[in-house]
T-cell receptor, first 115, second 116 residues
């Protein structure tokens, strides 16, 4: 399997549920990213990991908890979400070099609906 | 701070006619700019990128964009539209992160419709 994969592709959860989104990249990259794409709002960066270390948190509420156990895998743990958190969550990866404008490769996304 | 403004939320063209998707940027220093495309139920794909080399950048599928500093613009063009070009297009300004990687700031997107 190549590129960036995300599971599940669709998720419906209640506000009291706990769920996790998974991202896996098969490109040998070292940087991984979570983005949120809401209706009628620009894509927003949420978190950045480079060599498994979190390097950016774009003021994301604590009900979103990322985890990066290795450079190939990235998780987003969800708990006590709100209906306004319903969105498409996109994962991306890049080579992770310092000082270069890298291409980010995106997965297909997880469509999340919070009831 | 950096930002991009996509001037049209929807553009409709006939197959075989030229495509123009407009983007203006704001940046306090010389920016790097990308165009990404998003087809339904698929991930974002990079079309092309400008990183301070040649101002006319050629991308995939016949698309190109010209960086014009005097106009703070980075418009995307294609001479002849194809039905398969129907998708949403995002103009992006990027910032290198000190911890590695880069931060993409997206425009609001332009939905391109191609009619027969």
């Amino acid at each position: 399997e190549t590129g960036v994969t995300q599971t599940p592709r669709h998720l419906v959860m209640g506000m009291t549920n706990k769920k996790s989104l998974k991202c896996e990249q098969h490109l040998g990259h070292n940087a991984m990213y979570w983005y949120k794409q809401s209706a009628k709002k620009p894509l927003e960066l949420m978190f950045v990991y480079n060599f498994k270390e979190q390097t950016e948190n774009n003021s994301v509420p604590s009900r979103f908890s990322p985890e990066c156990p290795n450079s190939s895998h990235l998780f987003l743990h969800l708990h006590t979400l709100q209906p306004e958190d319903s969105a498409l969550y996109l994962c991306a990866s890049s080579s992770g070099g310092v000082g270069s404008q890298e291409t980010q490769y995106f997965g297909p996304g997880t469509r999340l609906l919070v009831l | 701070a950096q930002s991009v403004t996509q001037l049209d939320s929807h553009v409709s063209v006939s197959e075989g006619t030229p495509v123009l998707l407009r983007c203006n940027y704001s940046s306090s220093y010389s920016p790097s700019l990308f165009w990404y495309v998003q087809h339904p139920n698929k991930g974002l794909q990079l079309l092309l990128k400008y990183t301070s080399a040649a101002t006319l950048v050629k991308g995939i599928n016949g698309f190109e964009a010209e960086f014009k500093k005097s106009e703070t613009s980075f418009h995307l063009t294609k001479p002849s539209a194809h039905m398969s070009d129907a998708a949403e297009y995002f103009c992006v300004v990027t910032r290198i992160l000190t911890g590695g990687g880069n931060k993409l700031t997206f425009g609001t997107g332009t939905q391109l419709k191609v009619e027969l």
